[in-house]
Every structure is written in C-alpha cells, then in structure tokens.
C-alpha cells in the first residue's frame, strides 16, 4: 500500500508540475539565431520545465502573420518600426522595447572580405552578390542604402540575389551561389561563418541606423513566462551575449 500511495503521490507532483509549465513561442530575426539561441539556453537553466521555442525569419513578414493572430508570445524585430506599429494597432501587451542596433557587413566563404570595400563589388569578377530582399527584410533595406550611398547600384544590381531573410542571404554565399554577400555582422561573427571567411564592415553613415525592438503580443497579455524571458534580454547574461555577437546595445549608442 506504500508503494502505491508513493507512486500516486509522484503522479499527482507530476501532474502538478506540468500543469504548472509555460510555454512561449517566439518570432525572431534571423539575425538573432545564435546570439538568441544562447540566451534562450541560458534562460533554460532556471526554467527546465518550461517550452521556449524561436522560430527565425524575415521581420516583415513576422510582422503581417502577428497582423493575421499569428499564435507568436514574443516578437523580436530588426527594424523598431513594426513593432511599433504593431502596438499602435493594438497587437501587443507592452511598450516596445528597443534590445538592440545591429550592423551590416560584406562577408565571403571563398574572398577574404576584409580585403575588400563595396566599390570592389563592381569587378567584373564578381559575378553574383547575395542580400536579403528589400521588401520585407531590414538588413535587405539597409544593403540597398549602402550599395546607393556608394553610387554602385546600378552597377550591381543586375549581380544581386535575394534571400528572404538574413541567414538565408548567407546561406547563399556559404554554399556558393554567390560570391560574396552583405549579411549581418551578428551572423558573421559566428564560428561557423567566421572561419569560412573575412568580413568588411560597412560604415553606418552609408544606410540608417538597424535599430531593433521587441515586443509581447497581445496574446501573450497573460503568460508570465513571456514576461520573464522580456526581462531576461535586459540582464548581464543576455547583454554580454548580445554584445558578443556585434550588436550595440540601447545604452550604449553614442558611446564611443
């Protein structure tokens, strides 16, 4: 009978426990894949019951699914903008924070990028050039200011191909279908990409500032968890994360 009323007791702390997990689904900007990867794993260590979940792509596109009651609890965008319209149109339960200000960078598997600049990609070499489409993808926006601050795009235009996101942009140059590509910094500096190849970091006075922010969706007005991983991307952990893969923090624009 002890045996029994042990086994019953272990389930019903089982039940407990489980009833008592969250779960957060959150939308992301592929330039965030690793950098929110390692956050969300360390976030993990105090919360081993809970579900976090990223799912990475375009902010725009992220953007028009929350639009459409898309089930995302967290939504982390490379451009503040649409999270701010997004609040305005009452689909969030916050303020928008900003988390971050990304950079851009020209990086190459086969060239050595740092050895270049963006005038190099005008050579009659370089036959294909990889950036995230303009239409929905902030690093894609800001790749186009460049190319057109330098006076090249013209010159390029007709070498561009376009990933529907960031990572899928480096994709692009990783496996070869181009040559070279204008990717975030974020993602360079990941062991993966970074050994493959150098990066030339573009001057920021060549496109606007890649100002990032986040929000909890209406939603998620409720979910604590949701709550608890917002406050996290605030905290030493996260920040040193974050910085360590290129981002500028909030507090830290202007700063030398």
């Known amino acids: 009978m002890n045996a029994i009323k042990f086994l ?6 089982l039940t407990a426990s489980a009833a008592c997990a969250e779960k957060i689904l959150i939308a992301a900007a592929a330039d965030l894949k690793f950098a929110l990867d390692e956050i969300a794993a360390e976030f993990r260590q105090d919360h081993p019951d809970d579900t976090i979940e990223i799912v990475y792509g375009s902010s725009g596109k992220f953007f028009t699914q929350i639009q459409q009651d898309a089930p995302y609890d967290l939504y982390f965008s490379a451009d503040i903008g649409f999270p701010k319209q997004l609040a305005q149109d009452d689909f969030a339960a916050s303020e928008v924070k900003p988390y971050a200000v990304g950079r851009i960078v020209l990086w ?5 990028a740092s050895m270049l600049t963006l005038e190099n990609l005008t050579d009659s070499s370089i036959k294909r050039i990889a950036i995230a489409n303009p239409k929905h993808a902030p690093y894609g926006k800001r790749a186009e200011e460049a190319l057109r601050s330098t006076g090249i795009w ?92 290129g981002f500028i923090l909030p507090d830290q624009i202007g700063n030398p």
């Open 8 to 13: 019953l007791l272990t389930g019903l702390l």
């Open 108 to 112: 190459s598997a086969t060239l050595d």
């Open 154 to 245: 013209a010159a390029v235009e007709p070498k561009l191909v376009y990933g529907e996101n960031i990572a899928h942009t480096a994709q692009f140059v990783q496996t070869g279908n181009a040559q070279t590509g204008i990717i975030a910094l974020s993602l360079a500096l990941n062991p993966e990409l970074s050994k493959q190849g150098g990066h030339y970091l573009i001057p920021d006075t060549l496109h606007e500032p890649l100002e990032q922010g986040y929000i909890i969706t209406r939603r998620a007005a409720n979910n604590v968890l949701a709550k608890n991983f917002a406050e996290f991307i605030a905290s030493p952990q996260a920040r040193n994360v974050m910085t360590r893969y």
